[in-house]
Antibody
Framework: QVQLVESGGGVVQPGASLRVSCAAS????????MHWVRQAPGKGLEWVAY????????HYVNSVKGRFTISRDNSKNTLFLQTSSLRPEDTGVYLC????????????WGQGTLVSVSS | DIQLTQSPPFLSASVGDRVTITCRAS??????LAWYQQRPGKAPNVLIY???NLYSGVPSRFSGSGSGTEFTLTISSLQPEDLGTYYC?????????FGGGTKVEIK
């Protein structure tokens, strides 16, 4: 079954760190770029980060640069987002997303994992 | 950063109506625009890529057009299952950005 399953979300205090993961199955993970997208409660979609096929190419939204790191383990078909210095405005559902083979637009989404930053 | 402005932010239409949603970019993005549908409580689904290409399995009542700074998503005959929020996304420059969304309600 072709799917993306996120895990690792939780409730943390401001300033904390958290690593969220995304397990891919049913397709050639190493052949696709991957994204993290987040959605604050009741709000729209916000793109967070992208990583290329072998991990050497990455990009971030300005608000998380220097605090978040996207990485991947192609041997384990897993995508990661290491977050640090978390702020209340980082609260939201973090969605793992697969880039289409010939482009960067998303053709497969996970269901998301909730990260809540609150004191 | 490239800003995407969607209009209208909300629309209410009847089954069978033709619906058009507009997405305007703050600078030219060629055809590097995608459209997604997000039904309530669900993850998004891709509808259109590269401005006008219908993604496999998406009903033919959905279509996209435009290039440069102005794009449209059209639903030729609105169906009950089309309720939800629609987002455009530009893939021309990093950071990638989404429009604010258009919430579609069925009358």
């Amino acid at each position: 079954q072709v799917q993306l399953v996120e895990s690792g979300g939780g409730v943390v205090q401001p300033g904390a760190s958290l690593r969220v993961s995304c397990a891919a199955s049913g397709f050639g993970f190493s052949s696709h770029g991957m994204h993290w997208v987040r959605q604050a409660p009741g709000k729209g979609l916000e793109w967070v980060a992208y990583i290329g096929l072998d991990g050497s190419d990455d990009h971030y939204v300005n608000s998380v640069k220097g605090r978040f790191t996207i990485s991947r383990d192609n041997s384990k078909n897993t995508l990661f987002l290491q977050t640090s210095s978390l702020r209340p405005e980082d609260t939201g559902v973090y969605l793992c997303a697969r880039a289409r083979l010939d482009g960067h637009d998303v053709d497969l989404w996970g269901q998301g994992t909730l990260v809540s930053v609150s004191s | 950063d490239i800003q995407l402005t969607q209009s209208p932010p909300f629309l209410s239409a009847s089954v069978g109506d033709r619906v058009t949603i507009t997405c305007r970019a703050s600078q030219g993005i060629h055809i590097f625009l995608a459209w997604y549908q997000q039904r309530p409580g669900k993850a998004p689904n891709v509808l259109i890529y590269e401005a006008s290409n219908l993604y496999s399995g998406v009903p033919s009542r959905f279509s996209g057009s435009g290039s440069g700074t102005e794009f449209t998503l059209t639903i030729s005959s609105l169906q009950p299952e089309d309720l939800g929020t629609y987002y455009c996304q530009q893939l021309s420059n990093y950071p990638l950005t989404f429009g604010g969304g258009t919430k579609v309600e069925i009358k």
